[in-house]
């Protein structure tokens, strides 16, 4: 190139354009004089060559103009003399790039400036159906991408060939300016989704850049809980991905945590599924509390740590032990059982925490004077006691029932205010519901060393041995106890069924359950609604005997009563719950999967649909041409990607990696 350059130099000098005007635009090297010269920033040349008649609108056979020469070589002087002497501004190369495309990629953005005075096209697409200002974002050039954001005929709503807009690209990247400067300009665009469903914070999330993630959320007022065609949000992306600093700040945005996808996997599911992209460092400053729990388990567990600290992290910020839509339950995946106790240990400790929250202070003054370990004691004296009185209410029903009731009111006897527990703030609510009661509570005798004061007696009339929502946390089951797998038919046939009934008094419907066929026969014509009172329904995924064909089976679940009771073959004729009587309006098994009757026109096509379209996209990117998406790649490059045969043709650039294509191989 110096050497073209000395020899215009020379023809200059010398004159000979004058007796040869044609040489002015000769050619050496693909490269004429003038676009050299407009390269190297010669501008005494570049206004000699003009003043000759030079065509300044020449290209080479890149079809790079002198305007991109001028860009190439970042210019702006050279510049503005060519547009001055009317130069194609808005000339395209090879490559579909104009000289605002090159302009965009160089420091400082003087060459833009000119470009932008005398009115370029700032939503000119390349080859890639990139604009300038995807080209700038992802360069990270700040300057460039305030000074086209500052023109009034940008667009900000293109998308280059994959989809991305403005500010899907900037998310992809990493550009918190100018995620910042778009959404200031159109904040309609942050909720803007891509073909597969893909939102601005979805690739935030998926490539983990906290904080474009943030100012999408608090700046553009993004929905967090955005969902792509898969039915992933932002979160479960970030989490498959295994990037702490996003995980964490989602979920300080309060982000629905307990989120699953198409296949029923919550964060959980896909932080064990996923873990081979679990290889991100953990830092302190990004994500402090998974930081903690990575150290902290650092003794205990040599591979996968990230994995474990993130379940530690989910576990505790309120993310279930859910089994997902094929039957799969997170802690059959743990091997290791230390890790399954801390995880379990810190979902106990979570739940006791909700449950204290929503219990509220307590209305007396016990709570000034005793410590939080005896207020989270209390629940579970009280509970015992229960317990114990209705066991022994259960023995001493005959003897005691015809002494006991008078007008509905227990006897004197049995109020005993020195040895019952004060109540809890959850038993004076209930005890006020009134209405709620379905029995009268059977009677006590006053020798008992637990007997209970008459209020109590009343209290206990609704369902004491039901958890309550604002019970403390001993109320509730473990997480891996056997008792929350247990079948709602164990718990309607103890071994007291046998035992015949008493005839009248309506304590003893309270004191024992008794089968249903037991209960039909001695009161044929009562309602089955007031038996199932007791015991609230227990879902479980462990094979139960159907109480109609007595086959062992896993047994569906009936909506609203949510009882489990029957198989799916017997299930499905039913309308009503043979348990409580109540219409069924929909059956799904334990995995959440909707059963319909064959005789019902309904069907599932919505949801159907949906998958369906899924699956045809996902068929689409692995077979078609990514750059065209209308004919099947049929030709590969060395670097992995490939297209169909036409578009492939004029390439020279990988259009997925940007490297140099050495050699195209025929697919067949």
């Known amino acids: 190139m110096g050497q073209i350059v000395h020899i215009c130099n020379g023809t200059k000098k010398k004159g000979l354009h004058r007796a040869n005007p044609e040489e002015v635009d000769c050619v050496s090297g693909g490269k004429t004089c003038l676009q050299v010269a407009a390269h190297q920033g010669h501008v005494d040349l570049v206004q000699h060559l003009l003043a000759l008649g030079a065509n300044v609108n020449v290209v080479d056979k890149e079809g790079d103009s002198t305007l991109h020469y001028a860009a190439f070589g970042n210019q702006p002087e050279i510049m503005r003399i060519l547009l001055q002497h009317s130069a194609n501004i808005d000339v395209l190369n090879s490559s579909h790039c104009s000289a605002l495309h090159i302009s965009a990629h160089k420091k400082p953005p003087h060459c833009v400036k000119v470009l932008l005075e005398f009115g370029a096209n700032v939503n000119v697409q390349d080859a890639y159906g990139d604009t300038a200002l995807h080209d700038a974002i992802g360069k990270e050039n700040t300057e460039v991408v305030e000074l086209l954001c500052a023109c009034s005929t940008l667009d900000l709503t293109i998308r280059n060939k994959r989809g991305f807009n403005a500010l899907h690209h900037a998310s992809l990247k990493g550009n918190v300016h100018a995620a910042r400067n778009i959404i200031r300009l159109a904040r309609q665009l942050v909720n803007v989704r891509k073909d597969d469903g893909f939102s ?110 993130l379940l530690c992290f989910l576990a505790k910020e309120g993310c279930p032990l859910d089994v997902n839509y094929k039957g799969a339950r997170v802690l059959d995946w743990i091997p290791s059982q230390p890790v399954k106790d ?11 925490r909700e449950k204290a929250a929503a219990a509220g202070p307590p209305a007396t003054d016990r709570s000034l004077n005793n410590s939080r370990e005896e207020d989270d004691d209390q629940p579970i004296i009280q509970v015992q ?107 309607l046939s103890p071994t007291m069924a046998g035992t015949p009934e008493p005839s009248g008094g309506s304590g003893s419907s309270s004191s024992k359950h008794i089968s249903r066929r037991q209960y039909s026969d ?29 086959e062992q089976m896993l047994l569906i679940i009936f909506d609203p009563c949510q009882h489990q009771i029957s198989c799916e073959e017997c299930g499905i004729r039913m309308k009503k719950c043979l348990s409580c009587g109540v219409y069924i309006e929909r059956r799904v098994t334990v995995t959440g999967k909707q059963l319909f009757n064959p005789k019902d026109n309904r069907q599932p096509s919505a949801d159907r649909l949906r998958y369906l379209e899924s699956k045809i996209m996902e068929i689409e990117e692995t077979h078609c041409c990514s750059i065209c998406m209308e004919r099947r790649r049929n030709v590969a490059f060395l670097c992995g990607h490939g297209a169909c045969s036409k578009c492939a043709e004029t390439l ?10 050495t050699k195209k191989i025929n697919l067949y």
């Open 200 to 309: 601005a914070l979805h690739l935030a999330a998926l490539n983990g850049h906290s904080k474009v993630v943030e100012v999408l959320v608090k700046e553009g007022q993004a929905d967090i809980n955005i969902r792509n065609n898969r039915r992933q949000t932002p979160f479960l992306l970030a989490v498959s991905q295994g990037h702490t600093a996003a995980i964490e700040k989602l979920v300080e945005l309060k982000c629905d945590i307990a989120a699953k996808d198409e296949d029923g996997d919550n964060a959980m599911h896909l932080c064990i599924i996923k873990k081979a992209n679990l290889v991100q460092d953990v830092t302190a400053t990004d994500s402090p509390k998974i930081f903690e729990m990575f150290q902290s388990l650092a003794p205990i567990v040599s591979e996968n740590r990230l994995m474990y600290a």
């Open 342 to 352: 801390i995880i379990l240990g810190y979902e106990r400790a979570r739940i006791s």
């Open 385 to 491: 006691s229960n317990l114990e009185v209705m066991s022994l209410a259960a023995n001493n029903l005959d003897e005691s029932e015809g002494n006991a009731l008078q007008d509905g009111v227990a006897s004197p006897g049995t109020s005993g205010l020195g040895q019952s527990n004060p109540p809890t703030p959850a038993r004076r609510n209930r005890g006020h519901n009134r209405e709620a009661a379905g029995v009268t509570p059977p009677p006590i005798p006053s020798h008992h060393p637990n007997v209970i004061q008459e209020d109590e007696s009343k209290r206990m009339n609704i369902e004491p041995l039901a958890p309550s929502e604002a019970s403390g946390p001993s109320s509730i089951t473990p997480i891996d106890s056997p008792a929350r797998f247990q079948s709602p038919n164990r718990a």
């Open 522 to 550: 001695k009161n044929p014509t009562a309602s089955p609604v007031g038996v199932l009172s007791t015991s609230p329904p227990v879902i479980t995924n462990i094979p139960q005997e159907c109480i109609v064909c007595n």
């Open 652 to 661: 020279k650039i990988c259009h997925m990696c940007r490297k140099t294509i």
